[in-house]
């Protein structure tokens, strides 16, 4: 079955500290990857995503992301972290073939501290 | 913000009644996706419209249902609803319904079922 994951339901890191957030993903072929943010009671924010090409994606507010083929895994991370970064994240995957099924992983809460 | 908006913010029903949920896609969009948010939990898909045509759909039994307007705003139907139904309500627009597309998710209706 296809899926997402994202190992940790938490992450906490100190006000500028570099940040990842992980995700892998079982999904077959060459999908799309993205990522999501959603603050308290707000709908899902666009940050970036690989369609193909070079395996760092930039992203909105410094954000960036590492798609590793090999590991299928496509880790968020941000090189000073703020607290304003703190929000929940997404990981999400559309398969390359068989309709237009975005999966998504059950999220991370990045907590940063000042 | 995007300019994805969605109707009623918030929504009170009890079991087996009906429900409609409303959204208005951005400008220049014409494919609309809806997504049920159960609490801390990742987005499911329920399904997908392109031009007025239900193009892909996820696990959801058929009492969900959906359209969308020549002008691709769109509406999600639930009938008979369960306890379960209990969510948060996502729409998101895309300029096209290829796979690569980025989505653009309106701020939700949460959807509470008594």
């Known amino acids: 079955a296809q899926s997402v994951a994202q190992p940790e339901d938490q992450v906490n890191v100190a006000e500028g500290n570099p940040l990842t957030v992980k995700c892998t993903y079982s999904v077959s072929g060459n999908p799309y990857l993205f990522w999501y943010v959603q603050y308290p009671n707000r709908g899902l924010q666009f940050l970036l995503k690989?369609?193909?090409?070079?395996?760092l994606v930039k992203g909105s507010y410094g954000f960036e992301a590492e798609f590793n083929k090999s590991q299928t895994s496509f880790h968020l991370k941000k090189p000073s972290a703020l607290v304003s970064d703190s929000a929940l994240y997404f990981c999400a995957v559309r398969p390359d073939t068989g309709g237009f099924k975005t999966i998504f992983g059950a999220g991370t809460r990045l907590f940063v501290k000042a | 913000e995007t300019g994805v908006t969605q109707s009623p913010t918030h929504l009170i029903k009890t079991r087996g009644q009906q429900v409609t949920l409303r959204c208005s896609s951005q400008?220049?969009?014409?494919?609309v996706s809806w997504y049920q948010q159960a609490l801390g939990q990742g987005p499911q898909f329920i399904f997908q419209y392109y031009r007025e045509e239900e193009n892909g759909r996820g696990n959801f039994p058929p009492r969900f249902s959906g359209l969308q307007f020549p002008n691709y705003s769109s509406e999600l139907n639930v009938n008979a609803l369960e306890l379960d139904d209990s969510a948060l309500y996502l729409c998101?627009?895309?300029?096209?319904?290829?796979?690569?597309?980025?989505?653009?998710f309106g701020p939700g209706t949460r959807l509470l079922v008594l």
């Open positions: 998101a627009s895309s300029l096209a319904a290829s796979g690569g597309e980025t989505q653009y």
């Open positions: 400008s220049g969009h014409n494919t």
């Open positions: 690989y369609i193909t090409g070079d395996n």
